[in-house]
Nanobody, 116 residues
Framework: QVQVVESGGGLVQPGGSLRLSCVAS????????VSWYRQAPGKERELVAR????????NYADSVKGRFSISRDNAQNTVYLQMNSLKPEDTAVYYC?????????WGQGTQVTVSS
């Protein structure tokens, strides 16, 4: 049974930090690139960060460059998104997606709210 489960969201003040985790099971995780997306109310889902299967290359949206960092531990079937210097505009539901050339798997999302 394929599962992709995000965790680590919550309420944080502006300037604070959170670390999101994405744990996968039921497929060969190390063969998949993994991306974090987010969707704010009334907005389209947008790509935040991506890491290739080996972890050797990463990409970020311009809006989070220098503040967010994506990493992975294939031994633990886990990808992390470290989010620093959070802003109110980072408020959204964050989703994890594991993708290959043939298929992709999505998690259910975790809410991140940045507010004082």
């Amino acid at each position: 049974q394929v599962q992709v489960v995000e965790s680590g969201g919550g309420l944080v003040q502006p300037g604070g930090s959170l670390r999101l985790s994405c744990v996968a099971s039921g497929f060969t995780f190390s063969n998949y690139a993994v991306s974090w997306y987010r969707q704010a109310p009334g907005k389209e889902r947008e790509l935040v960060a991506r890491i290739i299967s080996t972890g050797g290359s990463t990409n970020y949206a311009d809006s989070v460059k220098g503040r967010f960092s994506i990493s992975r531990d294939n031994a633990q079937n886990t990808v992390y998104l470290q989010m620093n210097s959070l802003k109110p505009e980072d408020t959204a539901v964050y989703y994890c997606r594991a993708g290959s050339l043939l298929t992709s798997y999505w998690g259910q999302g975790t809410q991140v709210t940045v507010s004082s």
